[in-house]
């Protein structure tokens, strides 16, 4: 296990020079204050700093997830990869070009299922391949592959209203990968769906990441997640967001679902774990009876 804070550097600040061959997204400096409009009452309008000289690379085909507390910059980070919105300071590059608008080459999954309520499931996916000028019968042939890959090929003529909440997530999967982008920014995807649907969709996310080679950035709530997904974990500090610490998981694939219950894991769970907690608690790694380990959260007693 190795944990790097950005690349090794003890400070988080990379230089050009550590810009790594392969990496598909680099983030240099990056800040974000959102405007803040306030009654004069309330001092008026100011600024609130979402994102703090954020320095990282994220490597072509790698995946990657983004932990940290709520309101700490995740979405915001997303938001300006996928050319939402504009960054206050610092640069984010993916390909080596600055992003400063939504372009295809990169997909994005919002927080909320960001369906187009007017339109069929089929429709949906293939609104990215409209855009990009596909003829008719090639935009219909891709879309039915794509609702297949991902189990709805029967809902095609269905509308997003007719579809259960984890379906609705694999419906806008579908759409973000059929106009085949090279990197795929996906914000707490799965948060809303049950435990089953989840696991499922987490098998169905890696076999058609390594089918198609894809960038993933990944934000969740969930450190078992991250840790089961990724390649890396990066965990980003409480409000305003900075990077906190880069865990890289060693943990080899195929990973199969039991994995979650092994020792190793619950070594990666544990760290993740403290990384997030308050300075006012530590973790404690239980051995359970059946061989298996706990996480167990006791006060922490300055001097002990
Ligand atoms: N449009 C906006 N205007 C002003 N402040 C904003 C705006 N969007 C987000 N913020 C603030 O920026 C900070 C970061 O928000 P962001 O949505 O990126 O957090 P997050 O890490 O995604 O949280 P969560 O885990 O709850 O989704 C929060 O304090 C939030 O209140
Ligand atoms: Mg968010």
């Not at 996916?125 to 991902?150: H, N, T």
């Amino acid at each position: 296990m190795t944990t790097t804070t950005d690349k090794g550097t003890a400070n988080g600040a990379a230089t050009a020079a550590t810009i790594a061959d392969d990496a598909e997204i680099a983030i240099r400096g990056l800040s974000l204050a959102y405007d803040v409009r306030r009654s004069k009452k309330e001092g008026g309008a100011t600024s609130l700093l979402a994102l703090d000289d954020i320095n990282l690379d994220i490597r072509r085909g790698e995946f990657l997830s983004i932990v940290g507390p709520s309101g700490c910059g995740k979405s915001t980070l997303l938001y300006i990869l996928a050319g939402l919105i504009k960054k206050t300071a610092g640069s984010a590059k993916i390909e080596g070009m600055e992003v400063v608008a939504p372009t295809l080459h990169t997909g994005i999954i919002m927080q909320a299922y960001a369906l187009f309520p007017w339109r069929t499931v089929q429709k949906n996916v293939e609104f990215g391949l409209e855009i990009k000028k596909v003829g008719k019968q090639e935009r219909r042939q891709i879309a039915a592959d794509f609702l297949e890959m991902v189990g709805l090929s029967e809902f095609a003529s269905r509308y997003p209203y007719e579809l259960s909440g984890g379906m609705k997530q694999r419906v806008a999967i579908a759409r973000a990968l059929a106009y085949d982008p090279e990197v795929l920014l996906m914000d707490e995807p799965f948060a809303a769906v049950d435990e089953q649907t989840r696991g499922q969709l987490h098998e169905q996310l890696l076999s058609i990441w390594e089918k198609t080679g894809k960038t993933i950035v990944f934000v969740t709530h969930s450190i078992e997640e991250s840790i089961f997904l990724s390649d890396r974990v990066v965990i980003l500090t409480p409000s305003p967001g900075r990077v906190k610490e880069t865990i890289d998981i060693d943990l080899p694939r195929p990973r199969p679902a039991e994995l979650k219950s092994s020792a190793e894991f619950a070594v990666y769970r544990k760290q993740v774990w403290q990384l997030l907690q308050n300075h006012g608690e530590l973790i404690e790694e239980i051995l359970l009876e059946d061989g298996n380990t706990s996480l167990e959260a006791v006060p922490f007693v300055e001097g002990i």
